[in-house]
């Protein structure tokens, strides 16, 4: 699969395939002719991505939002933590990064971990997660998390059928403790479809300033797509509860997953100051709760 990855990225180059970026300096795949290639239409339920204008306007005044819900978590001591999952390059990291840009980072931190080290190896698998999680007036934002077992282990072969099982057992219950101590969970699944998470690889292989973003594992990522679509699935049914459910957001088009993401998490909560035509309810059409998103 690697070497077929290779090739076709030779070919897009022979037939004067280019990187270029957008309005909000993300890369874009532009073909011979100049245009972009346009594979987030697939399956997605809008003909056009959110416009430049609209997209800053609205970003600006939700981040104004998420200062006023930080105050109010601060003052309040409230405690939030919310867990960003998906595919590789579904838009994960971008849209922490908007969550992020404007925080008092003395109150919210991310959190993205590398892989186990030996001793963390030997630990209850949930205890290097624990020691991250927030103290009063704090967000947490997990760039991945304690579901790298239901997914890129259990599809890759990282964990043994019993770690899995046990893992799928305890999870309910160690999320209900969190909520039960006072934490907020609010959990994320970005979807991207096949043919867009390929275009998105092949511009992290050819740009050489998001070449650190690709990594082997990840190209054969694109041969597992059954078995990750599956690993899903399976994660949704046993692990969306009522105390911790799953939202699911379609990332094809990212900013529009951005600015969903922002209005969704900020639609639970009664913060002072809230401005109600600014927070909306989140695009059903973009965002559907996980275990109704099982089949999509």
Same mark, same amino acid.
């Given at each position: 699969? +690697?070497?077929?990855?290779r090739?076709?990225?030779?070919?897009?180059n &022979?037939?004067?395939?280019t990187?270029g970026?957008?309005?909000?300096?993300?890369?874009v +795949?532009?073909?011979?002719? #100049?245009? /972009?290639?346009?594979?987030?239409r697939?399956n997605?339920?809008?003909?056009? *991505?959110v416009?430049?204008?609209?997209?800053?306007?609205?970003?600006?005044l939700?981040?104004?939002?998420?200062?006023?819900?930080?105050s109010?978590a601060?003052?309040? #001591?409230s405690?939030?933590?919310?867990?960003f999952?998906g595919?590789? /390059?579904?838009?994960?990291?971008g &849209?922490?990064k908007?969550?992020?840009?404007?925080l %008092?980072?003395?109150?919210?931190?991310t959190?993205a +971990?590398?892989?186990?080290?030996?001793?963390?190896? #030997?630990?209850?698998?949930?205890?290097? @997660?624990?020691?991250? +999680?927030?103290?009063?007036?704090?967000?947490?934002?997990?760039?991945?998390?304690w579901?790298?077992?239901?997914?890129?282990e *259990?599809?890759?072969?990282?964990?043994?059928?019993?770690? @899995?099982?046990r893992?799928?057992?305890q999870v309910?219950l160690?999320e209900?403790?969190? =909520?039960e101590?006072?934490?907020t969970?609010?959990k994320?699944?970005?979807?991207?479809?096949?043919?867009e998470q390929?275009?998105?690889?092949?511009?992290?292989? =050819?740009?050489?300033?998001r070449?650190?973003?690709?990594?082997p594992?990840?190209?054969?990522?694109?041969?597992?797509?059954?078995? @990750?679509?599956?690993?899903?699935?399976?994660?949704?049914?046993?692990?969306?509860t009522?105390?911790?459910?799953? &939202?699911?957001i379609?990332? %094809?088009?990212?900013?529009? /997953?951005r600015? %969903?993401?922002? *209005?969704?998490?900020l639609?639970?909560?009664?913060?002072?100051?809230?401005?109600?035509? =600014? =927070?909306?309810a989140?695009?059903?059409l973009?965002v559907?709760?996980?275990?109704? /998103?099982?089949?999509?």
């Amino acid at each position: 699969m +690697l070497e077929n990855v290779r090739e076709y990225i030779d070919r897009l180059n &022979t037939e004067g395939h280019t990187i270029g970026e957008d309005h909000d300096d993300d890369p874009v +795949l532009i073909g011979p002719d #100049g245009r /972009a290639v346009d594979t987030w239409r697939e399956n997605y339920p809008y003909d056009e *991505r959110v416009t430049r204008e609209a997209y800053d306007e609205q970003k600006y005044l939700l981040q104004v939002e998420l200062l006023k819900f930080q105050s109010w978590a601060v003052r309040t #001591g409230s405690k939030h933590v919310l867990l960003f999952e998906g595919r590789d /390059a579904a838009g994960k990291g971008g &849209t922490i990064k908007r969550f992020m840009e404007h925080l %008092n980072p003395r109150y919210a931190r991310t959190v993205a +971990l590398t892989k186990p080290s030996d001793r963390e190896l #030997g630990q209850w698998y949930f205890q290097r @997660y624990v020691q991250h +999680l927030p103290t009063a007036g704090e967000m947490v934002l997990f760039d991945r998390s304690w579901y790298n077992r239901a997914g890129v282990e *259990r599809v890759m072969g990282f964990a043994e059928q019993d770690e @899995y099982e046990r893992f799928m057992r305890q999870v309910p219950l160690f999320e209900q403790m969190l =909520v039960e101590s006072g934490i907020t969970l609010t959990k994320y699944w970005f979807s991207v479809t096949q043919s867009e998470q390929r275009t998105r690889f092949i511009i992290r292989q =050819v740009d050489p300033v998001r070449q650190w973003k690709l990594s082997p594992m990840d190209l054969e990522s694109l041969d597992k797509w059954g078995s @990750y679509t599956d690993a899903k699935e399976q994660m949704f049914l046993r692990t969306d509860t009522d105390v911790a459910p799953w &939202t699911t957001i379609k990332s %094809n088009d990212k900013k529009r /997953a951005r600015l %969903n993401a922002m *209005r969704h998490f900020l639609d639970q909560f009664e913060y002072d100051g809230k401005d109600t035509s =600014v =927070v909306v309810a989140p695009d059903p059409l973009v965002v559907k709760r996980g275990i109704e /998103a099982v089949g999509d």
